[in-house]
């Protein structure tokens, strides 16, 4: 658009919109002809972004991947701007200082709480040490495989960048493995689904479904819950031919995605006839049959010819070893291994324990 403005002007053209990365300004001035570009949240993202470009600042810029989750999606619930990988953003005056006494940290999971509490600690000073027993990133590895989310694998590859110096061991943590031999453990062991007791359920998929070696093709699926996770899983799984029909104990889906995200979602879930069925409850599930128990019981009811069952029914807390390990050793659970929230509220809060240590 901005290239047919120029054709009918002599007045100076500015182009805008998704400027995240270095490619995008040169593409830009290349085939658009624009005289300049306006960026807006990946400033945001980086308040060094422009001097990164120029080489005038030294770093790698820290990608925004127009999630619209920290800053649009913040500021509608009242919360103020805010950024999903960027959390001194509204903490410009309180910068990170290094520590007075330097201390010896295990940080417990390379999922991006994990990681952003290990950057964290090392900016700070002090000595760090990072197990993860599987891969960095964690079950956020999963996030860029919904259909329109590519743009988050970004996140993930910067945060892996940054934690490059810092020692990785590749294990699960054991208490003797801490206990001794450090001063404190950050507690960054995630999450895991939750899976409700349901008669007769006995195998079930959940956002792992999504991995290419994973995505079924012209199946009946029924998505159990009916949250962000889910609904993306079902608007991924319709690309791929698949008949989808969505089960919700509540009144509404995706009531915990962004406004804009979910209005788009939910836009093509109608498109494509998926069946919704709120205020339901899977009450047990026979072979391809599940039956479904209502409020009203008069509207109970069943679904045939199910092939496959996803269960997002929501997440809780991984804090075993917490629990073992007890008060031998200092303990700072982060992310979703303190309470359940999005990259938001994780990065937040790795970034918040770690500054005060």
């Known amino acids: 658009m901005a290239k047919k403005v120029k054709e009918h002007t002599s007045l100076p053209v500015i182009g805008v919109g998704q400027v995240t990365a270095p490619t995008d300004i040169a593409t830009i001035f290349s085939e658009q002809k624009v005289d300049f570009i306006a960026i807006g949240r990946s400033l945001i993202a980086d308040p060094d972004f422009i ?8 770093g790698r810029i820290r990608p ?3 999630c619209l989750t920290g800053c649009l999606g913040r500021i509608k619930i009242g919360k103020g701007l805010q950024c999903e990988i960027n959390p001194e953003v509204g903490r410009e005056l309180e910068p990170l200082v290094h520590a007075d006494e330097i201390k010896n940290y295990a940080v417990i999971g390379g999922g991006m709480a994990g990681m952003e509490a290990a950057i964290t600690l090392r900016q700070r000073g002090h000595k760090v040490t990072l197990f993860e027993k599987d891969e960095l990133g964690g079950q956020f590895n999963l996030a860029p495989l919904p259909s329109g989310k590519a743009s988050l694998q970004k996140q993930i590859d910067y945060l892996k960048h940054e934690v490059a110096e810092i020692q990785i061991i590749k294990k699960e943590a054991k208490e003797e493995d801490l206990i001794g031999k450090y001063d404190g453990v950050i507690l960054a062991t995630g999450s895991k689904p939750f899976i409700p007791q349901i008669n007769g359920l006995k195998e079930y998929k959940w956002a792992e479904i999504l991995y290419e070696r994973n995505i079924p093709r012209n199946k009946n699926v029924l998505i159990i819950g009916g949250g962000s996770i889910g609904i993306e ?3 991924t799984l319709i690309d791929y031919g698949n008949n989808v029909q969505i089960v919700e104990m509540l009144d509404d889906i995706a009531r915990d995605m962004e406004m804009v995200s979910r ?3 939910l836009q093509k879930l109608k498109k494509n006839n998926v069946p919704v069925y709120t205020n339901k409850k899977v009450e047990r599930i026979t072979d391809s049959s599940v039956f479904l128990k209502s409020k009203n019981v008069f509207s109970d009811f069943r679904i045939d010819h199910i092939d496959i069952y996803v269960v997002t029914a929501g ?3 991984e804090k075993e070893l917490l629990y073992r390990l007890g008060n031998r050793i200092p303990i700072y659970p982060i992310g979703d291994a303190e309470k359940i929230g ?3 509220s994780a990065i937040q809060s790795a970034y918040l324990t770690c500054k005060d240590l």
Request: contains cysteine; proline residues 0%; neutral net charge.
């Open 51 to 58: 001097g990164k470009y120029l080489q005038l600042v030294e």
């Open 64 to 66: 925004c991947s127009s």
């Open 233 to 235: 899983i079902a608007n």
């Open 263 to 265: 209005k788009l979602n």
């Open 315 to 317: 997440m809780s807390s």
């Open 342 to 344: 999005d990259l938001v």
